[in-house]
């Protein structure tokens, strides 16, 4: 399974546009729930990701290897 995820912060009018080109590429969105925390230290291992996940009620622990790009900014 291969995952794409981007960060940054977005402007309401910018949030509205991709909420939109998202919409018509992958339908309707879902409307979750979520509580995330992740464990990271970008000193010691840049390809590891730890994450409990707490989602509608239903918990996970998720690990995520793997090279990331720009992962120091």
């Given at each position: 399974m291969n995952e794409i995820e981007c960060?940054?912060?977005l402007s309401p009018?910018?949030?509205e546009a991709?909420?939109?080109e998202f919409?018509?590429?992958y339908g309707e969105p879902k409307i979750k729930k979520?509580?995330?925390v992740a464990f990271w230290d970008p000193t010691r291992d840049k390809n590891n990701d730890l994450q409990v996940r707490v989602t509608n009620g239903?918990?996970?622990v998720i690990m995520k290897d793997g090279k990331w790009?720009?992962?120091n900014n």
């Amino acid at each position: 399974m291969n995952e794409i995820e981007c960060w940054g912060l977005l402007s309401p009018e910018i949030f509205e546009a991709k909420l939109e080109e998202f919409t018509k590429a992958y339908g309707e969105p879902k409307i979750k729930k979520r509580l995330s925390v992740a464990f990271w230290d970008p000193t010691r291992d840049k390809n590891n990701d730890l994450q409990v996940r707490v989602t509608n009620g239903h918990c996970e622990v998720i690990m995520k290897d793997g090279k990331w790009e720009n992962s120091n900014n």
